[in-house]
């Protein structure tokens, strides 16, 4: 398991993600979730990925193969994001059927992954997709800017609250942050390194702000602190259950 989340704001496209891929009592796997493409200029891509890692990492290897051996892949032809992530929905489709069943066929498995394809075509407004297993995919609401994959539920208050279209980027990265560290509290299938990325509106450059952290970063330490106390301050205030209530 893992959490990706993805927001959509006035000032561009905020992506962070956890790295962690086996959460099992003998061994912790890490790998990045975050995959960024950038072409001469003219288009900007980040891929965040969660569920079936070979899936992931087949679709990952054919989208690359086809950027090196064809100059009219849909990464490069297209003008519109939306034909990407229709492309990368029938690459998801042919490789989860693929390993759908082991071997001897009698094993089913879940050999589905889940994608989100943000990014800017020169010339076009950035733009957020969530990839499903099927294929298919879906834009996020513009009341709730943001898409989430992997293990969501515990982080998608805070983003409910503090994410609009309008809120800074500055602020959209924090809550980003609190949103996975959250998730690690209560999950040990979500862990560090969490990478965050920032990619600005119309400036077609791999990324503004990017920031890698590991568990015992201060950063991360001092954010996860202060949260945990303002959180116990603001409870402390709550008025007490009352009959006149």
Not at 63 to 68: F, G, H
Not at 120 to 145: A, C, D, S, V, W
Not at 204 to 214: G, M, S, T
Request: hydrophobic letters at 35%.
């Amino acid at each position: 398991m893992t959490y990706c989340v993805a927001i959509a704001l006035d000032e561009g496209l905020v992506f962070c993600s956890d790295s962690r891929t086996n959460a099992g009592p003998d061994r912790v796997s890490k790998y990045s979730k975050m995959h960024r493409f950038f072409y001469n200029e003219d288009r900007v891509f980040v891929i965040l990925s969660a569920g079936n890692l070979a899936t992931s990492q087949a679709v990952l290897s054919e989208v690359q193969r086809d950027l090196e051996q064809d100059r009219e892949s849909k990464m490069l032809a297209t003008s519109y994001v939306s034909d990407i992530a229709e492309y990368l929905g029938g690459l998801l489709l042919k490789q989860r059927k693929k390993y759908e069943f082991s071997v001897e066929q009698t094993t089913m498995i879940d050999a589905g992954a889940t994608l989100i394809l943000g990014g800017q075509i020169r010339g076009r407004k950035p733009e957020l997709y969530m990839i499903y297993p099927e294929g298919n995919f879906i834009i996020p609401p513009e009341t709730h800017p943001y898409l989430q994959i992997g293990e969501t539920k515990y982080g998608k208050p805070i983003l409910d609250r503090i994410i609009r279209k309008e809120t800074s980027h500055d602020i959209a990265m924090k809550c980003a942050l609190v949103s996975i560290d959250s998730t690690m509290r209560s999950s040990g299938t979500v862990g560090p390194p969490i990478e965050c990325l920032f990619y600005r509106t119309d400036s077609l450059q791999p990324y503004e702000r990017y920031f890698i952290f590991e568990e015992s970063n201060s950063y991360l330490v001092k954010i996860r602190s202060l949260w945990d106390e303002s959180i116990r301050e603001a409870f402390s205030k709550l008025p007490n259950p009352a009959n006149d209530f």
